[in-house]
């Protein structure tokens, strides 16, 4: 059992950047690729990006790329993810959740995931 909790969104101007982090409890947080979706009102679910068991691989939505980041640090059981240049359209509850089946292909598709934490509203203003 993994239990996970998001913070660190909150409102920002376009062109600004936030870090969100996701601390998980339990054991085995390190075998768990962990990912991160969002969505806006009215909108489906959106996969933003996943990170590996150790950090060393990542994989982003095109939407994000070259502006998001993910990393982790297994010793704190915590995963980040830094936002930057922000737009509008990334105004959403922005979720983390775990991973625990054998990484085949980066895992996109929020049915994959094992437990989720409940969400951090990021609000971007124009």
């Known amino acids: 059992q993994v239990q996970l909790v998001e913070s660190g969104g909150g409102l920002v101007q376009a062109g600004g950047s936030l870090r969100l982090s996701c601390a998980a409890s339990?054991?085995?947080?390190?075998?768990?690729?962990m990912g991160w979706f969002r969505q806006a009102p009215g909108k489906e679910r959106e996969f933003v990006g996943v990170?590996?068991?150790?950090?060393?691989?990542?994989y982003y939505a095109d939407s994000v790329k070259g502006r998001f980041t993910i990393s982790r640090d297994n010793a704190k059981n915590t995963v980040y993810l830094q936002m930057n240049s922000l737009k509008p359209e990334d105004t959403a509850v922005y979720y983390c959740?775990?991973?625990?089946?054998?990484?085949?292909?980066?895992?996109?598709?929020?049915?994959?995931?094992?437990?989720w934490g409940q969400g951090t509203q990021v609000t971007v203003s124009s």
């Open positions: 959740a775990a991973y625990g089946s054998t990484w085949y292909r980066p895992p996109k598709r929020g049915e994959e995931y094992d437990y």
């Open positions: 990170i590996n068991w150790s950090g060393g691989s990542t």
């Open positions: 339990g054991r085995r947080f390190s075998s768990y690729a």
